[in-house]
């Protein structure tokens, strides 16, 4: 996964001031990456009218709108700034899907899909993803970002060392370890 992490920081000045090259490269660095994130995460009940692909696109024009108020504390940070944008409006669209769907059509439908849940719920089952949630909001920013970077998002050690600002690929590596074992107490 070689992204350029050091240079966001710069392309985000750069958009800020107006360079649209610069807010088309965020676009081809982040949109893969997004994209790959959200895959599985919009349940097959709610993909009638938005699919994955138009809910990260729209995320991310949402987020570039709304630079101004975004202010980085490292290089990471964007990218938790995007995974939080695009799972709250993954939840939007479910909630949305299921308020056009009356009690009775949501059941058939359900019944219909026969437990078609999300890859990611099938992997692991609904309950558990909720808790994984559920605890995330509960830890710290910085535990929070070590897990989502390496666990959702596929980084190396090395590759969150750069993103949080940290020492070396060892101190990320702690700093994971330390936060993965945070997450497993919130979770039980």
Known sequence: MSLDLESTATL???????????????CRIYLPL??????????????????????????????????DSFKPMHEGAFLAYLRKILLNNIRLEIRKQTNNMDKTQFKDHNEAQNGQSSQLEMAVGHELVEKYEMALTQMDQTSRQAVI?????????????VAMNLSSANAARMKISRALLKLARKMS
């Open 34 to 67: 997004l994209t790959q994130w959200a895959h599985g995460r919009l349940p097959v009940f709610a993909r009638d009218m938005s699919e994955t692909d138009d809910l990260v696109q729209s995320s991310l024009i949402s987020a570039l709108n709304k630079l």
């Open 149 to 161: 970077l390496r666990v959702e998002f596929g980084y190396t050690f090395s590759e969150v060392s």
């Open 12 to 26: 985000l000045n750069r958009i800020r001031s107006g360079d649209d090259a610069a807010r088309e490269r965020l």
